[in-house]
């Protein structure tokens, strides 16, 4: 065998095993990514001009369930006088996420909170679960009723806190983790 011929079949080999790594290499790259973003989510999110409104994180409000039970992912935990907040980002092991899936993903979460005892007198629960890049990202919402408002009234108001927050929250973690990835590849 001639030299040249040895070294463009050791880079051909070295490109082919790399290619069988090239997927799973990203993809621990971005579940890498959306752990340190998860963990060091922010403090505070600000979602009306009331300051005594704004989320705030939680001491003990990160969760990584991912490392006990891979595809259960991770949680952050939010909370203000009136509302408790529990983001979770995960995949529930699936490679892609379909329409079917979150049709199915918000079914039984919706049915998983009507079987939940209430954690709040009062409260208005509510679960809004989303895509987020091949994960679902799902708010758990508990809100308490004001008393000052009508149900229908209180209910906007909730509405606008958790998709104000879920909007804040998703810029967050394109943020976040496109900062990840950039830092990571360098």
């Known amino acids: ?76 935990y939010y909370g203000n006088p009136a509302c408790r907040i529990t983001v979770y980002l995960y995949n529930k092991g699936l490679k892609n996420i379909t329409r079917k899936n979150l049709d199915a993903e918000i079914a039984e979460s919706r049915q998983v909170l009507r079987s939940a005892p209430k954690t709040m007198k ?20 508990t809100c308490g009723k004001s008393g000052r408002f009508t149900l229908e009234q209180d209910m906007d108001v909730i509405r606008i806190i958790t998709s104000n927050f879920q909007g804040e929250f998703v810029a967050y973690l394109d943020k976040c983790i496109e900062r990840q990835l950039s830092g990571a590849s360098k």
Not at 24 to 29: E, F, L
Not at 31 to 44: F, H, L, R, S, V
Request: aromatic share 14%; with cysteine; glycine share 4%.
């Open 122 to 141: 009062d409260a208005i629960d509510d679960v809004s679960i989303v895509p987020y890049r091949n994960a679902f990202l799902k708010i758990r919402y």
């Open 1 to 76: 065998m001639f030299p040249h011929f040895r070294f463009h079949h050791y880079l051909g080999t070295a490109i082919l095993l790399s290619c069988f790594c090239i997927t799973p290499c990203v993809a621990q790259s971005k579940a890498k990514a959306a752990y340190i973003c998860m963990k060091n989510a922010p403090d505070t999110f600000r979602l009306l001009p009331i300051k005594e409104l704004d989320l705030k994180k939680h001491p003990a409000g990160f969760n990584d369930f991912e490392q006990k039970s891979p595809g259960l992912g991770y949680s952050q």
